[in-house]
């Protein structure tokens, strides 16, 4: 086994590499979502063609990060990383000979999979690369603050360079970034040693199942906000993925090599940590969603304005990073989980009790909320992979990513279902009625108090588990 580095600037190559990852994964979203409407024009692509350009991302790269975690366990972290940094500069200069929507579709699918290849190895990598628990919650601090960075900085490089440039650039940006990502890898993660990865054989048919039901549950929520509660196309889709989900978990429990070990995730830190970035991924993504209707349609803000107003989440979100470590290392780890998700739980309460009175109310909402998150998003994860064997560290991660991927979908759903059940006409009309201001205004508190009520139920689930955690076991043979 090769020595780990003692500091964080001895695996600085490394660092590097893993960094630029996940500024890709952040990046790539909020840098392609302010050029739609000129991708639109210039490939006269319809509404449906246009949500599909960044929904097939979203999709492929939820659906798939499973599979490619378990792929990753039994062959190599490192290998699978390296091949879908290929994948994904091969994919990014695709971008310059896109002439039509169907086939930049096509390249945002093949991102997608770069993605699911990448993304959840990033933090697998980092975690494997120490041994002390603080310089592995301080590397993955590090990685996260420059994707966030990058999610902070996205539309505004964005408009900047469509002012000057192409759309293409947008896209080829990426190929510069899987460069650095695999300079960084290869200087600075060693070989993947083959007492920390395990042979057992693909589950197929369980790979089938699983990305099924997630992709039809990543699908669902989009249909409901779209579509509304009335259409069945959205409760198809939710059933489905329900169904999917029931025959993964008896496959799961049948066969002799499941893909993912249902035991493992019942281990108490391993089921805390899921809940726990379950909780951060539908508190942000609701507040998130309802903030922006709600400054907007209600309180008649321009986009520019509103935008400043959700400066609080960001401003946290980034500034938080020097404050994650010290508090983790005063807190401890599974403290420092509980606290922050109980922020969480704050911030969506003082959103629902008092939102509507007034701007500073959802100010505080936002930035509590982003500080819970922006300590869950690191210590949630570290806690799972610190909970599975050496073997199954990557499928951890990726278990990690696809829970807050779902739950993401499903708190934007639950807001856009009450918005729609609630609220009558047309929401996005210049001019609302007394009627509809106040349907408008209950719908938001309805939403805040299913949320609220929601990540408690989590975090307090969590908490009961965290609280059963013993000493991970070693590492099955």
Do not use: K
């Amino acid at each position: 086994m090769p020595d780990r580095p003692r500091s964080l600037r001895a695996a600085w190559p490394a660092l590097t590499g893993l960094s630029a990852v996940f500024l890709f994964e952040m990046l790539d979203n909020s840098i392609l979502t302010v050029a739609l409407p000129t991708i639109g024009r210039e490939l006269q692509a319809s509404t449906t063609q246009l949500q599909w350009v960044t929904g097939a991302y979203g999709v492929v790269f939820g659906g798939s990060m499973l599979v490619f975690g378990a792929l990753a366990d039994r062959f190599g972290r490192r290998r699978v990383m390296l091949v879908g940094l290929v994948l994904l500069g091969v994919a990014s200069l695709a971008t310059a000979l896109v002439t039509t929507a169907e086939q930049l579709i096509a390249v945002r699918v093949a991102t997608g999979v770069a993605a699911a290849m990448t993304t959840p190895g990033s933090m697998a990598l980092a975690f494997r690369l120490f041994d002390d628990d603080g310089l592995r919650v301080r590397a993955l601090n590090i990685i996260s603050t420059v994707g966030l960075v990058g999610l902070a900085v996205g539309p505004t490089v964005s408009g900047l360079v469509l002012a000057v440039a192409p759309w293409q650039v947008l896209l080829l940006v990426n190929v510069p970034v899987a460069l650095l990502a695999i300079a960084g890898l290869r200087a600075g993660v060693a070989p993947d040693v083959a007492a920390e990865l395990h042979r057992d054989p693909v589950d197929v048919a369980g790979a089938v199942l699983g990305t099924a039901a997630i992709v039809l549950a990543l699908v669902a929520p989009t249909l409901f906000v779209e579509q509304g509660a009335a259409a069945w196309t959205p409760w198809l889709a939710a059933a489905g993925a329900a169904a999917g989900a029931v025959l993964f978990v008896v496959r799961q429990r049948t066969a002799r090599h499941p893909l993912l070990d249902l035991q493992l995730v019942a281990r108490p830190l391993v089921a805390a940590g899921l809940a726990y970035r379950a909780a951060a991924g539908l508190a942000t993504a609701g507040l998130g969603y309802v903030v922006t209707l709600q400054l907007q349609l209600d309180w008649g803000w321009p986009p520019a304005l509103a935008a400043i107003g959700m400066l609080p989440q960001v401003v946290v979100l980034v500034a938080g990073s020097a404050f994650v470590g010290p508090f983790v290392e005063w807190a401890g780890l599974d403290r420092a989980a509980w606290l922050s998700s109980a922020a969480i739980v704050a911030g969506l309460a003082v959103h629902a009790a008092l939102g509507r009175l007034g701007y500073v109310w959802v100010a505080l909402a936002l930035a509590l909320v982003a500080a819970g998150m922006r300590v869950v998003g690191v210590v949630a994860g570290t806690n799972v992979l610190r909970g599975l064997p050496p073997d199954r560290t990557t499928i951890g991660a990726a278990l990690v990513d696809t829970a807050a991927q779902l739950t993401t979908g499903i708190g934007i759903a639950v807001a856009g279902i009450v918005l729609t059940a609630m609220v009558t006409g047309d929401i996005t009309a210049t001019s609302w009625s007394a009627e509809q201001t106040a349907q408008f205004r209950d719908a938001v508190t309805v939403v805040g108090i299913v949320l609220t009520a929601v990540a408690a139920a989590l975090v307090g689930w969590a908490y009961t588990r965290a609280r059963a955690t013993v000493a991970p076991p070693a590492r099955t043979p």
